[in-house]
């Protein structure tokens, strides 16, 4: 190594020493100015942790990043190292990342000729907000990492801020002291990219279990909605018993219809579905008879499905997916397999038994508590505009289960994640929009960002 370089890191180290305390102040106040945000909005968090780079840290940045070559001065280094200082806003979960994100995309609201953004209660801190969030780095994986600057005595100072759930803060230990320590190793070790890279997976997936988990115990479901919960699910394991005999005899294979059956008695314990619901008692009664009935006939599979007149639609979303639904049948074998087990076990002609599925799965995919919530909260709001917004909402719902065409978008687990997607809009929508002028200036955005994570639910 050039004995120039090393003097160089000497200098910066130096400077970094020299500005310690200012520094140190500083990150201090980024720390309080951020805690003072996310309290002002409401929003959940774990923690929120500021840091000043290390000696060890800057030195590493420095050879790997060949600084010595970009920057002739190290004192001007120091004061264009965007991570020099570095905030950390730490939550529970992956969701809550996108909620903090966007509160502060509505606090910095005001942006200067240099393409930062600020707030009129503290022009000295700025945002680069520009660009698109979460990035995505090297290694293929997202993290929220926004550049700032804050404004101390004339002297703009660069800071990081990163925005991390408790996976993600635990998946940046892993790769900071294995991958971005030994990159060069790991490089040439497909073994181990290969391991870290499951490593994440897993982390990811238990995110979405700690969430569903979460939002469990937040319901406080009643006893009734358990009792209910038990039906179906017995039910639709004796659903299962008999249509995969009545499969496996008509086309000669077994196929998994679990998945099927669960969502034919959810529907059929709706209020839409075929039986009443005053008792479920007396709802599981009939079931079971209907299952005996079915039992002891012959079902035919794989064969084309007919309606004895064009189904009545009442609602965008009825009318995007019904076509669609009807076109799928006849053609795929699962979606055909899917309408003609409900229309045996359901008592109406088969248009009608359509339609009413279709209204059961526009209310699934937004019947939660918090989802009836924070209706209400939109409708106090926008009044009589709240029904156009639900609308546009259902319609980018019912284009993204078009663009995904896959039976999935139909079963329990992608309508809880839709639920979910919904839940976190509606409350985006409810605390950033206030009237429907401010609605009509961000539709697009919204729409077209709710429009990704729709597709993303359903994938």
């Avoid at 680069?128 to 969030?133: A, H, K, N, V």
């Avoid at 005996?292 to 609602?315: A, G, L, M, W």
Wanted: aromatic share 10%.
């Amino acid at each position: 190594m050039p004995l120039a370089e090393f003097k160089y890191i000497e200098k910066a180290l130096a400077t970094l020493d020299k500005k310690s305390e200012q520094l140190q102040i500083i990150s201090t106040l980024l720390q309080i100015e951020f805690e003072q945000i996310v309290n002002l909005y409401d929003i959940e968090y774990l923690n929120i942790t500021s840091r000043v780079k290390s000696h060890d840290s800057l030195k590493e940045k420095i050879l790997r990043q060949g600084y010595y070559k970009k920057y002739n001065d190290p004192i001007r280094l120091i004061y264009h190292l965007s991570d020099l200082i570095g905030v950390r806003i730490e939550c529970r979960f992956e969701q809550d990342e996108r909620e903090i994100y966007k509160i502060l995309r509505k606090h910095f609201n005001i942006r200067n000729e240099e393409g930062y953004y600020y707030n009129d209660m503290n022009p000295n801190v700025k945002l680069s907000l520009d660009g698109r969030q979460p990035q995505k780095q090297k290694n293929g994986f997202k993290i929220y990492r926004i550049d700032g600057i804050i404004t101390d005595t004339n002297t703009d100072l660069p800071f990081e801020l990163q925005i991390k759930s408790l996976v993600n803060t635990f998946w940046g230990e892993i790769e900071h002291k294995i991958i971005y320590k030994n990159y060069s190793y790991l490089l040439v070790d497909d073994l181990l990219k290969e391991m870290m890279h499951s490593i994440k997976n897993n982390l990811a997936l238990l995110d979405k279990q700690l969430l569903t988990i979460y939002r469990n115990v937040e319901q406080n479901q009643t006893d009734e909605d358990y009792q209910r919960k038990g039906f179906e699910d017995m039910l639709a394991k004796m659903c299962n018993d008999v249509f995969a005999k009545k499969i496996k005899a008509s086309i000669g294979m077994n196929v998994n219809i679990k998945k099927a059956c669960q969502t034919i008695m959810k529907y059929t314990f709706s209020p839409t579905g075929g039986f009443e619901l005053n008792q479920n008692t007396a709802t599981l009664i009939k079931a079971l008879e209907r299952l005996s009935e079915i039992s002891k006939q012959t079902v035919h599979f794989n064969v084309p499905i007919k309606f004895e007149r064009d189904p009545i639609y009442t609602t965008q979303f009825q009318k995007i997916v019904g076509p669609y639904f009807i076109d799928v049948m006849n053609k795929e074998f699962h979606w055909n397999l899917f309408f003609i087990m409900l229309f045996e076990i359901e008592p109406q002609d088969n248009v009608g038994d359509f339609e009413k599925f279709i209204g059961f799965l526009e209310q699934a995919y937004q019947s939660s508590p918090s989802v009836t919530r924070l209706k209400k909260v939109l409708y106090s709001q926008l009044e009589e505009h709240s029904d156009d917004i639900m609308e546009q909402i259902m319609v980018t719902l019912a284009n993204s289960i078009i663009a995904t065409d896959d039976i999935e978008c139909i079963y329990e687990d992608s309508i809880s994640d839709v639920t979910s997607v919904m839940i976190d809009v509606l409350r985006d929508i409810t605390s950033q929009i206030t009237t429907i002028d401010q609605w009509r200036d961000q539709q697009d955005v919204l729409l077209t960002e709710l429009s990704d994570r729709f597709n993303e639910a359903l994938e």
